[in-house]
Structure formats: C-alpha cells, structure tokens
C-alpha cells in the first residue's frame, strides 16, 4: 500500500555518487557536483532574429530546459545578444567560433557564459589573457568545448585522428592557459560522434581536472539513433558520477532533445521523476490491444506534473504485480481490466472503459497529492 508518513522521503538511490568538482554559477543555475545536473539545448532560429530566438527559448523553459545555448556566427548575432540574454527564463550561453571578437561582445551583453571552441578560433591561444580578464570581470564562467570535427592541427597531427586522448589533451593545454590567468571558471566538453570514444575522453578527463563536465555525443544523429547513443554513453558516464551538465544533440526540434535528457536523469533517479507510464511490450500472451492503450493513456495524461507511476498490463502473468506495484495500474484480460489504486483493486470495468478510467483515477490521485503537499512513500 502507500501511506503518507508526513515527514521527509530518503533520497531515491543513484547508481553513483558524484565526482567532487568546482563549482560554477552560470547565471541563475549552479554546475558542479553542489548543484543537480542541468539540461541544456540549443536553438536552431537565427540568433539575429531576437523574436523568433526568444520564442524557442520559452517553448524550450517550458519543457525543461536549465540552460541554452545561442549561436554567434556574425555581427548581426552579437548585436542581438544583449536583448537576449536580458529577456531569457533561462540562462543564454554565447556560442562562439572562427572570431575571437565575438567571446568578448558575449561577454559585454551580459550573456550568462560563453561557448569557445579553441580548434577553430584563429590565433585562440594570443587571446586567452584578454578573454580571462574580461570574463573574469564580469563574472562570466567559460565553456571549453573541444570537438572531433574541430580539433586544433597539432593534435591532429601529434595523434593522426581524434582519439580520446587527442580531445582530453586539448581540453587540458586550453584550460591550463586560462589557469596560468588566475581563471578557473571554467567548464569542459570533449565531443565525438563514437560514444566509445566520447566515454573514453570524458574518463581521462574527470582523471585529470576537478572541473565540471558538460555532457554531449556530437552529431548524434536524427532522433532515435541520437537517443541511443545518448543515452547509452551519458549512463555510462554518470554511472561513474561523471557529467554536470548535458545536451542530447538531435537532428530534431530542440524541445525533444530536452524530453530526452530529463528523460535520462529521471531514469537515472538524478532529476524528480513526474509522471511515469510503465506498459508491457506485449506477446501472445496479451489480451487487449496494449500498444493502442499506453498510447491513449500517455496522450489523456499529457502534460501532468506529478510523480505519478502508471502501469498499463495487457495480461494476467505479470500485470496485477506490475498494477500492484504503481500509483495506478490496470491489469487487462478476457475483455476487461482490473484498475488498481495504490496496490488496491478498486474497480473492474469494461475493456473499452479503461482509457477512461485511468485517467479520471490518475487524476484524482493528481489532485489529492498536489492538495497535502506531502510526498507519497511507496512501502510494501
């Protein structure tokens, strides 16, 4: 059954405890280990077009996002930094590349960090004691953001490819030259498109520096496949308790890569889960159409907030644990469903009621749990 004990829940466990890093303030967000890991996107609108930029961010704060990310490619982009980054929900960090006159108009329009890719900014390394005072005078923490597409001619050189240790190295020598400044606001990605060697870099990374780790597969690919590897080599990763903050790159609109990501630290216990619908994969065992009902269930209860745990069963072998198990749950069969409420059957209804039903119970229990305020402990 479940009970309300009225007083606080322990911690959900995580599969790791974090690596110990520095802590950084990127506008209203805190990164480091002290802080939850951040989700971050980028928007896709010309950064010029300040309507159309700003717009996206607030579709992409009212998904989830923590942090965003604003291409900088031209003067007419850095013109617009300032309206943005006044009129952002979120934090704006300036992506910068090719130009080094850009990361200080990033920095003069009060963006909350900048973006500097050191393998493809021209003469980056003259720039670094310039960048370091103006950044550290106002107080705006730089990303080093090492990509394989990207990488400086001398590694490339010295390893013939982007290894892990080609995209570690640099990360390294870049911010070894900020910290000959006395700068040490800094946050560090290494990206690959190859999540092995993606994993790899971060490794070697989180072995050298304390410094926070943003997280992100490179040219992940359209939506499923930038999913898998995503997720795959981010799990694996904050397994280790390595990553601070992340970004799962798509070929699709940015909203869904902040689905994803919360998606994979709700799954990893590292973000407040909110509604979570467990369904069966179905098999020959499956008496109602179970595909048909999770979908109609996801879609009714769209939207909902709270940390409520569905189970949608098509069959009588595992379906009345799984029901007994959640906040809410049906276990289906010979044309009706069981609807279970908190380990408890309540009701049997008709096959074509069940849609209905769920979703006037999760409802209900929505209510009575957003009305006591209290956290809702699952005990057996």
Not at 118 to 134: S, T, W, Y
Not at 151 to 157: S, T, W
Not at 184 to 201: F, G, L, T, Y
Not at 317 to 339: F, H
Request: aromatic share 4%.
């Amino acid at each position: 059954m479940s009970v309300s004990l009225g007083m606080p829940v322990p911690p959900a466990p995580t599969l790791s405890d974090r690596r110990k890093t520095r802590q950084l303030q990127v506008g209203t967000v805190g990164v480091g280990s002290d802080h939850p890991i951040s989700v971050q996107s980028m928007t896709t609108t010309l950064t010029s077009d300040v309507n159309a930029t700003l717009q996206q961010i607030a579709e992409l704060t009212a998904a989830g996002c923590d942090i965003v990310r604003v291409a900088c490619p031209s003067q007419d982009d850095a013109d617009a930094l300032p309206a943005i980054a006044a009129k952002s929900q979120i934090p704006v960090i300036a992506d910068i590349h090719f130009q080094p006159k850009y990361v200080f108009a990033a920095i003069d329009a009060g963006c909350a960090a900048v973006r500097v890719n050191p393998g493809n900014i021209r003469k980056f390394d003259d720039q670094v004691k310039e960048i370091a005072r103006a950044a550290k005078d106002r107080g705006t923490p730089i990303r080093i953001g090492v990509n394989a597409g990207s990488l400086d001619k001398r590694l490339m050189e010295k390893y013939g490819k982007a290894t892990p240790e080609a995209l570690a190295e640099s990360a390294m020598w870049e911010a070894s030259l900020f910290a000959e400044h006395d700068f040490h606001d800094i946050k560090i990605s290494v990206k690959h498109n190859d999540p092995v060697v993606m994993i790899r870099a971060y490794e070697l990374l989180a072995e050298q520096c304390d410094y926070p780790l943003h997280l992100g597969v490179t040219e992940a690919g359209p939506a499923f496949q930038g999913t898998i590897k995503s997720a795959v080599a981010f799990g694996a990763l904050l397994r280790q308790g390595i990553g601070d903050t992340i970004r799962v790159s798509l070929s699709a609109p940015p909203v869904e890569e902040i689905k994803v990501g919360a998606q994979i630290l709700q799954s990893l216990n590292l973000r407040p889960r909110k509604l979570e619908i467990v369904s069966c994969p179905s098999c020959g065992r499956a008496q109602v159409d179970v595909y048909k009902l999770a979908d109609e269930v996801t879609a009714g209860l769209t939207g909902m907030e709270v940390p409520l745990r569905v189970a949608v069963m098509g069959c009588v072998v595992n379906g009345p644990g799984e029901a007994r198990e959640a906040d809410l749950g049906v276990a289906s069969g010979n044309g009706k469903g069981q609807i279970f409420v908190k380990g408890e059957v309540i009701k049997t209804v008709p096959e074509h009621a069940i849609v209905e039903t769920l979703i006037e119970e999760a409802m209900k229990l929505a209510e009575t749990m957003e009305a006591s305020g209290e956290p809702q402990v699952s005990v057996g």
